[in-house]
């Protein structure tokens, strides 16, 4: 437990206001990559105009459904049922996979005729080589959940022998549908409290505050959310705590309630704790009782478990629905990805081997275009035209002074370039065209992009903008770029710094309100929101989650953070 | 003829405070804001008797302005039956909610450092503040934000970069 309560900055709520309307921000501290954001999908599955394989009747199709790896290896999710005599099936089968936004989810789907003499078999008993192949369709998972019916129809192509080239032939379509499972939209909000916690001794003070947890199987539990840290209190009454039931798992799945006493040090002592689902919970407060605290004692293998004193109340306890990402995502939201390149000198000349901006000829992406790819190729889905304005700072364009934002296809009018590849053909131009420069300043960058998100605004528009920045270097105008976050930070807008090379990031971490504290201004005006993260580039070869899909798996939340406590902005229910 | 008014409506929702102290120690009790453009033109919250040093309200509050104010005045005070004193205020200048390209009627969440009468830190304000508009003037239609278009994309996002 020691290492959730520490990456807890100062174990309160960063984000002021606008983190407050929109329910428990603290959640999204803990929302780690294992793609906790996670919403439960339902997949259903039709298909029209079949190849017609049998002489006598119609096919009986029946489709597998593939999830395809990183490397390219395919793995079967799922088989639906056999159905009999139809070119246009509707299968019943449904599949349940978790929507993870931060990750690129391909699914292959592939379409057999099960013959006659095979009806009788489970479908999970059949060989595949002894069916007739009608087709195979592939997409992934975000551009189903994009579209506004969440229905994606795709062409089935059936390639007569795989060794040979030319073009496949079309045979039919299918349909992707997707709905979300009523847990991931059903939000329960509980006001807890606790009597008569135990003190130390006579002299010490008590800060509680309570970390509700996951259980699972293996390892320890999984922190979902937080109360705020209550200043010396015995009897502490805290705000209100919101969890998604699909956070959870279930309304019956085991949650740790643990009181913890705060110390600023980062290590917090144990007062107390419960275990109770979110069912047994709502009984509490139905009866109006309260549960004794314990805490474990172990002698050697031997677990001894003390029953406190101090009890645990529920005081309130309801649950709701909310809107979920996918919910605005429906109604017209989209999210607008925006990125800037280091053009520094300390990158080092972009011909030299050893350069952060070396363009390998074997084809070997540079840091600048894995991060580039890794990032665009996930949020390109959210944008239903793909041009992104991308940008440039640091740097002596041909015949200028330096310029600390411009435009990377070289126009003087327009940013925006086309597709993901447009970007990594602007930036391989720019390279050419460009003196490395310096300094590393971010000011001007934000305040454009901020321009971007506020013009949208008043343009009535649904876009969420996701600015991308990947420096090689610490800040140098580390007061300008707070300001303009500051200035940032009640728009539309997140931002997402990756430092690549190794220089020592440390000081970039203040930027990160999960590390330090809320950003201030010269003139004392504060961040209404934590809207940037950080991440050295480094880090991406540890661990088996890509960094990437950590910093990206924040992005729903921070979002629904702005959106929910817009009221000009209705999702679609 | 046209209709035109010198004052506009602010609805200031002050919600909450952080870390308020006097005197170095956490405060108990008996907070509440006052919002002001001047010592006459004013609102107050009603009184926080039990957040102590992070006392919350969510109280929303009406102030008439002049449209050619520039900044506004929060101030946290700390009551008892004989005392009123100040602990801590902030500016909130208009430019942080209004003009450039925020739409009528647009929801700011804005939060400022608060500083005691000696200039020293003392907390965080966070309130969040509309503009409402006056009723004959949102009859003309003047001002209003575009209605959400999925197709209103025809506006050249020219970056114009030095």
Redesign the interface.
């Given at each position: 437990m020691g290492n959730c309560c520490s990456e807890v900055a100062g174990g309160?709520e960063a984000g002021?206001?606008?983190a407050?309307?929109a329910g428990n921000d603290a959640v999204n501290h803990f929302l780690k990559s294992r793609g906790m954001y996670g919403s439960q999908m339902e997949l259903s599955f039709s298909a029209t105009n079949l190849r017609d394989r049998d002489v006598l009747s119609k096919s009986d199709p029946m489709l597998i459904g593939y999830t395809k790896g990183k490397d390219g290896t395919l793995a079967e999710a799922f088989r639906t049922e056999v159905v009999f005599n139809s070119l246009n099936p509707t299968w019943i089968t449904k599949h349940t996979i978790t929507f993870e936004f931060e990750a690129v989810q391909t699914l292959v789907f592939c379409a057999y005729d099960i013959d006659t003499q095979f009806h009788n078999i489970d479908v999970k008993m059949l060989k595949l080589e002894e069916q007739q192949f009608l087709g195979e369709a592939s997409c992934v998972l975000s551009e189903v959940v994009t579209r506004p019916s969440r229905s994606l129809t795709l062409d089935l192509l059936y390639r007569e022998d795989p060794t040979m080239s030319g073009n496949p032939r079309h045979c039919g379509q299918l349909i992707v549908h997707a709905e979300e499972c009523i847990s991931s939209k059903t939000l329960v909000e509980m006001v807890l409290r606790c009597s008569d916690l135990e003190l130390k001794d006579l002299f010490s003070k008590s800060d509680p505050f309570l970390l509700i947890s996951k259980i699972v199987e293996v390892g320890l539990p999984i922190p979902v959310c937080k109360t705020?840290v209550l200043?010396?209190d015995h009897s502490p009454a805290w705000k209100p705590v919101y969890l998604s039931i699909q956070q959870v798992g279930s309304k019956e799945s085991p949650l740790m309630i643990e009181c913890f006493n705060f110390n600023s040090s980062g290590k917090h002592d144990l007062l107390g704790k419960v275990k109770k689902s979110l069912a047994e919970l709502e009984k509490l407060h139905s009866n109006g009782e309260g549960e004794n605290l314990f805490l474990t004692t172990t002698v050697g293998h031997n677990h001894q478990n003390k029953v406190l004193k101090s009890q645990l109340f529920v005081d309130k306890f309801s649950q709701s629905s909310q809107r979920t990402f996918l919910d605005y995502l429906a109604g017209?939201c989209e999210l607008n990805f925006m990125v800037a390149v280091d053009f520094t000198a300390s990158n080092g000349n972009s011909r030299l081997p050893d350069s952060l901006h070396y363009l390998d000829p074997s084809g070997r992406l540079n840091a600048y275009q894995r991060t580039i790819i890794e990032v665009g190729e996930v949020l390109k889905f959210y944008d239903s035209?793909k041009r992104f304005?991308a940008?440039g700072f640091g740097a002596r364009p041909i015949d200028g002074p330096v310029?600390h934002?411009?435009?990377l296809n070289g126009s003087?009018?327009?940013?925006?370039v086309d597709g993901i590849q447009g970007i990594m053909t602007a930036y391989t131009s720019a390279l050419y065209n460009v003196s490395l420069a310096g300094p590393t300043l971010f000011g001007?960058v934000i305040s454009?992009a901020a321009?971007?998100a506020?013009?949208s605004?008043?343009?009535?528009?649904?876009k969420y903008f996701v600015l991308l920045i990947i420096t090689d270097g610490v800040v140098t105008d580390l007061q300008e770029t707070i300001d303009a976050l500051v200035?940032a930070s009640?728009l539309p807008l997140s931002i997402l710094i990756v430092g690549v090379g190794g220089a020592d990031f440390k000081e970039m971490e203040i930027f990160d309100a999960d590390k330090g504290e809320?950003l201030?201004t010269s003139?004392?005006?504060?961040?209404?929101?934590d809207i940037v993260q950080f991440i050295p580039f480094r880090d991406v070869q540890s661990g088996e989650i890509s960094v990437f899909q950590a910093l990206l798996a924040k992005l729903p939340s921070q979002f629904l953070s702005y959106m929910r406590?817009?009221?000009?902005?209705q999702p679609n229910i | 003829m046209k209709a035109t008014s010198s004052f506009q409506t602010l609805e200031i929702t002050v919600?909450?405070c952080?870390d308020l102290r006097i005197n170095g120690r956490?405060v108990k009790k008996n907070t509440c804001v006052v919002v002001r453009t001047d010592p006459l033109n004013f609102r107050e919250t009603t009184t926080d008797t039990e957040g102590?040093?992070?006392p919350s309200w969510d109280q929303k509050l009406a102030l008439d302005m002049s449209i050619r104010e520039t900044c506004i005045t929060l101030e946290v005070h700390c009551r008892t039956l004989s005392v009123d004193r100040i602990i801590g205020s902030?500016?909130m200048?208009v430019n942080?909610f209004m003009g450039?390209?925020?739409?009528q009627?647009?929801?700011?969440?804005?939060?400022?450092?608060l500083?005691d009468p000696k200039g020293l830190d003392n907390g965080?304000i966070?309130?969040?503040v509309r503009l409402r508009v006056p009723e004959y003037l949102s009859r003309g239609k003047v001002g209003h934000?575009?209605?959400?278009?999925?197709n209103?994309?025809h506006?050249?996002?020219?970056?114009?970069?030095?």
């Open positions: 309160r002021g206001g606008r407050a309307a705020e200043k010396n017209g035209e304005p940008w310029s934002c411009f435009n003087n009018n327009h940013c925006e001007p454009n321009l971007i506020s013009q605004l008043a343009n009535g528009g649904k200035k009640d809320r201030e003139s004392g005006r504060i961040a209404s929101r406590s817009s009221n000009d902005i | 919600l909450s952080e956490s102590g040093s992070y902030a500016r200048p942080d450039g390209y925020f739409p009627g647009y929801l700011s969440f804005l939060s400022y450092r500083k965080i966070n309130v969040s934000p575009a209605a959400p278009k999925t209103d994309r506006h050249n996002l020219g970056c114009h970069c030095r």
